[in-house]
C-alpha cells in the first residue's frame, strides 16, 4: 500500500522543485512543527487510520487470491497476507519507498552539501511520513538523530561479556537486546495508564532511539573486534551516513557517500522478507521496537538473508585466489560451473521476489562506475555481470538469474577498506533499522492485531485432497 495515492512521482518531483525555489528565498514560512516528524505524524495518522477502517468494513472478504498447497510446502511464496506501508516490491520494477524509485529517490531526497547521495535520514522522514523532507526537515532528524544517540555504558558491557570472536551480528544483537533496558513502551504499558490508540507515541520514541543507537553500537563492535578495541566517538556534526562511516573509522568522503547510499537502499524491502516479517511478527505481540527488532537481526544473521553478503565478497576472493584478477570470461565460465556442480549456489545472483536485475545493484554499479571504474574487483563483478545469467537460465532451475543487492556491495565497502566481510552484515542490519522500525510505529498506530495464521500438518493436507478430489 502506498500513501497519497494520488500524489504521482512526477507531481512530487514538481512539488520537490517549487519547494526548494521557496527555500532559496526564505525558510521564515517553515513552523516548528512541519520540523517535527513527530508533529507530522500525528497530523497524518487519524486519515491512514480512517483509511483502514473503511477497507476493512467494506472491503473485508475480499478475496486476494488462492491459497496452494505448493505455497503451504513452499515458505508462503506469492502468499499475499501482510500489511506493509513503507515499502511495496515489484517483481519487475522492483522496491519503491512510498510509491518512489530508487532513481527518483536519488533525484528529490535532500543530500549532503558536499555530496549527491540521499540523506538516510529523508528516506526515513518519506517511509513514515510518506511526504518527500526538505532540506530543514532532514537537516532537524539529523540533529535529532545526534541527540538520540547516547548509548549507556552497560550495553558496551553486555558486548564485552562475549568473546571478541563471536560473530558480529551475534554481537550486535545482544547490545541491542542490551538498549532494550530503556524502552519507553516497556514503562508506558507496564504503568497502564496509556490508551491502546497512543500506544504508537511510546513506539516512536523507541524506533527514533533504536534506529540513533545502533549505529553507534554497530561501530563498537566493529572497532572492538578488527581495531583493537579503539573507539571513536559521533560526531554530532555529521549525518546519519557520514557518522556511521566516521566511527567505523573511514573518514574519505567517498566513503561517506558510498554509507549514505548503502544505509538508504538496504533500509527497507516490503515486509515479506525474513528480517522485516519477524520484526513485524514479534512486534504484533506488543513487544517494543528493541525486542522486536533484536528478533529481525537474528532473522538477518541467516545465511539465506543478509549473511548472503558477505558470502558474495569471500566467493569473488575466492574466484581471484584460483584465477587471479584478470581472470578471463571463459575461465569464470569454468570457475561458475564447478561452483553449482558442487552443489553450491552463485552468491549474490537471484531473488525470493525480483524477477530482473535488483535496482540496488544497479544503483551500486553505477556508483562504482563513477568512483572506481578500474577496480580490479568491479571489473570482476562486471564480468560476473555479463557470464552468470546466461548460466543460470541454462541451468533452468532459477526463475530469477539476475544479480540482487549483495552480488555488489562488498566490492565497494572493500575498496574503501573496510574489507572485514563478516561484518557486513551488520552494516545490513543497521541500515533495516529505518524500515522496521518505520512500520513499527505504523503497526500500533493503525492498531494491527497479533499475528496468528493457521498451520496444517501433512495428515491434513492428504485428507483434503481426498475429500476434494
Not at 528516506?123 to 532537524?140: F, R, S, Y
Not at 541527540?147 to 550486535?172: C, E, G, N
Not at 563478516?422 to 500500533?444: A, E, H, K, N, P
Amino acid at each position: 500500500m502506498v500513501f497519497f495515492r494520488s500524489l504521482s512521482a512526477i507531481s512530487r518531483l514538481r512539488s520537490r522543485a517549487v519547494q526548494q525555489s521557496s527555500l532559496s528565498n526564505s525558510v521564515r514560512w517553515l513552523h516548528s512543527s512541519e520540523l517535527d516528524l513527530k508533529s507530522q505524524m500525528q497530523e497524518i495518522i487519524p486519515e491512514q487510520q480512517d483509511r483502514l477502517k473503511k477497507l476493512k468494513s467494506e472491503h473485508g472478504k475480499v478475496p486476494l487470491g488462492n491459497i496452494t498447497v505448493d505455497m503451504v510446502l513452499g515458505g508462503m511464496r506469492g502468499m499475499t497476507g501482510l500489511l506493509w506501508e513503507t515499502s511495496l516490491l515489484d517483481a519487475n520494477e522492483g522496491i519503491r519507498f512510498r510509491g518512489m524509485s530508487i532513481p527518483e529517490c536519488q533525484k528529490v531526497l535532500p543530500s549532503a552539501e558536499s555530496g549527491e547521495e540521499p540523506l538516510p535520514e529523508g528516506l526515513l522522514w518519506l517511509l513514515l511520513t510518506g511526504k518527500v523532507p526538505n532540506k530543514e526537515q532532514v537537516c532537524a532528524l539529523s540533529k535529532e538523530l545526534a541527540h538520540r544517540a547516547a548509548v549507556p555504558d552497560y550495553v558496551y558491557k553486555a558486548i564485552d561479556a562475549l568473546p571478541s570472536t563471536a560473530h558480529p551480528m551475534t554481537q550486535f544483537a545482544s547490545g541491542v537486546m542490551a538498549l532494550q533496558v530503556q524502552s519507553e513502551f516497556q514503562k508506558a504499558y507496564e504503568q497502564g495508564d496509556i490508551h491502546k490508540s497512543k500506544y504508537w507515541e511510546p513506539t516512536f520514541e523507541d524506533a527514533l532511539n533504536l534506529i540513533a543507537r545502533v549505529p553507534v553500537v554497530a561501530s563498537y563492535v566493529y572497532r572492538r573486534m578488527y581495531k583493537d578495541g579503539s573507539i571513536i566517538p559521533l560526531d554530532d556534526s555529521l549525518d546519519y551516513g557520514a557518522n556511521f562511516s566516521h566511527m567505523l573509522g573511514y573518514d574519505s568522503p567517498q566513503m561517506k557517500e558510498l554509507m549514505r547510499l548503502y544505509v538508504t537502499i538496504h533500509s527497507d524491502h516490503e515486509g515479506g522478507n525474513v528480517s522485516a516479517h519477524a520484526g513485524h511478527l514479534v512486534g504484533s505481540a506488543l513487544s517494543d521496537p528493541y525486542l522486536s527488532f533484536a528478533a529481525a537481526l537474528n532473522g538477518l544473521a541467516g545465511p539465506l538473508h543478509g549473511l548472503a553478503n558477505q558470502e558474495v565478497l569471500l566467493w569473488i576472493k575466492s574466484v581471484v585466489e584460483e584465477c587471479g584478477e584478470n581472470i578471463s570470461k571463459e575461465q569464470l565460465k569454468d570457475y561458475v560451473w564447478k561452483t553449482l556442480n558442487s552443489g553450491k549456489v552463485v552468491p549474490g545472483y537471484g531473488h525470493g521476489v525480483l524477477r530482473k536485475t535488483d535496482p540496488r545493484y544497479i544503483c551500486q554499479r553505477e556508483f562504482a562506475l563513477k568512483h572506481l571504474p578500474d577496480d580490479p574487483l568491479f571489473q570482476l563483478v562486471s564480468k560476473l555481470y555479463e557470464v552468470v545469467p546466461p548460466i543460470l537460465t541454462e541451468l533452468g532451475k532459477v526463475k530469477n538469474p539476475w544479480p540482487n543487492v549483495d552480488a555488489h556491495s562488498g566490492v565497494l565497502l572493500n575498496y574503501y577498506g573496510l574489507t572485514e566481510a563478516r561484518y557486513y552484515t551488520v552494516l545490513f542490519g543497521v541500515s533495516r533499522s529505518l524500515g522496521i522500525c518505520s512500520q513499527l510505529i505504523w503497526d500500533r498506530a493503525l492498531g494491527l492485531p497479533l499475528e496468528r495464521p493457521k498451520s496444517v500438518n501433512m495428515d491434513w493436507l492428504e485428507n483434503f485432497m481426498r475429500l476434494n478430489r
